[in-house]
């Protein structure tokens, strides 16, 4: 099981490990067993977000998105010794990995809505908090944003 370090409202799991946690939306990745089955606990600073991590996005959307997620890591079998396991729900968990995959890169091809959002309403959520962090944005981080928009538009 991949070791999960103390999590709270404001340090928490994100990016494609969140991404791979179940969600009763049935949005997500579904190659969970490949990320949470890895012992490993050296690449922490890919999905330990927050406050004094090497990534935080908490200036941009707060706590907006973040939840107990203890209860989904029980259902899939997982059991980690810290608990509760704070985690981004799957658009926060999506944001945050358009955030540093994407507008700090200016790599597109990172973070695809139809891969992990099926329905128009799931990507109107990711949509929603894009909205609230766009004003916080760089010129050059909105013009990839922008660009990225454009290949991620809300349709099925």
Request: net charge negative.
């Given at each position: 099981m991949l070791y999960i370090p103390p999590t709270s409202k404001d340090i928490?799991?994100?990016?494609?490990?969140?991404?791979?946690?179940h969600s009763p939306d049935?949005?997500?990745?579904?190659?969970?067993?490949?990320?949470?089955?890895?012992?490993?606990?050296d690449r922490q600073e890919l999905f330990i977000f927050g406050t004094g991590q090497r990534y935080n996005t908490n200036s941009l959307l707060g706590s907006t998105g973040v939840i107990d997620g203890?209860?989904?890591?029980?259902?899939?079998?997982?059991y980690p010794e810290n608990s509760p396991v704070w985690i981004a729900d799957h658009p926060r968990a999506c944001v945050d990995y358009l955030f540093i995959s994407v507008l700090q890169s200016g790599?597109?091809?990172y973070v695809m809505l139809d891969e992990w959002f099926p329905s128009i309403e799931d990507k109107k959520r990711v949509y929603e908090l894009i909205d609230i962090m766009e004003n916080k944005l760089s010129q050059r981080e909105l013009e990839i944003l922008e660009a990225w928009k454009k290949k991620n538009p809300i349709a099925e």
């Open positions: 928490y799991v994100s990016s494609k490990v969140a991404l791979n946690i049935d949005t997500g990745d579904w190659h969970s067993s490949g990320y949470l089955d890895n012992d490993r606990d203890t209860d989904r890591l029980n259902k899939m079998g997982y790599e597109l091809g």
